[in-house]
């Protein structure tokens, strides 16, 4: 699950604080029961323009990433949290909600790897097409030694 939070309207004290936003990357991973496997980077980043700079920050975890880049002039925060391992999205928005300040958000919540089905019940179509493919190679395979 890839969930992605826009946020707007945050509090532009703790939008600038490279600290806090790296503490936030250290402990963050361990708050939702995933593994930090690489200490936090943080970079305070100036642009051309006065006005944009911010702090962005990720943290390698075992399951993937978390990133947060701030816009503090703005009140903006963008944060990422990819995960092969499910964790509470909703948990997650209100989590960094509250670390921001955040007046409101627009979230998104993408779902990573398609190729697998992510019930029992959308596994069962791809199970018995899987199946039919392997009796079909081992039919043939038979076919080829009987014709040798």
Known sequence: MHVTIDGFGGNPQLLANEERIR???????????????????????VGVKPLDWGISGFVLIAESHISIHTFPEYRHVWVDIFSCKGFDADRA????????????VEVRILERGLEYPHSIRASVPLMHRERAEAAEAIGARAREGAAT
């Open 23 to 45: 503490d936030l990357l250290d402990r963050y991973p361990a708050q939702i029961g995933m593994t930090k496997i690489a200490p936090p980077f943080t970079y305070r980043y």
């Open 93 to 104: 928005v209100a989590d960094m909600k509250e670390a921001f300040e955040l007046a409101e």
